[in-house]
């Protein structure tokens, strides 16, 4: 599960770069253009779906971390 959670921990970077890039996009005309409010749309929906991403991989880590702590329990907590 770990390995997965540093699979989305790359992608959560990747859509930070994204979101980065749609909001200098939507600032860079005019502010009152379509296109503005277009880029502005999209950077609030990359980072909810940033958002959920972070999450799951709270969820995946913390996951793993309480695996490892059952498995030191099992074996009298030697490492």
Do not use: C, F
Not at 38 to 57: P, Q, Y
Request: glycine share 10%; proline share 1%; net charge negative.
């Amino acid at each position: 599960m770990l390995e997965l959670a540093e699979r989305l921990a790359a992608i959560v970077e990747e859509m930070t770069d994204m979101a980065i890039d749609a909001l200098q996009r939507a600032t860079s005309g005019d502010p009152d253009s379509l296109e503005a409010g277009e880029g502005l749309a999209l950077e609030r929906r990359i980072v909810r779906a940033r958002r959920a991403l972070e999450k799951s991989i709270a969820v995946l880590s913390e996951g793993a971390r309480g695996a490892g702590r059952d498995e030191a329990t099992l074996d009298g907590g030697a490492a």
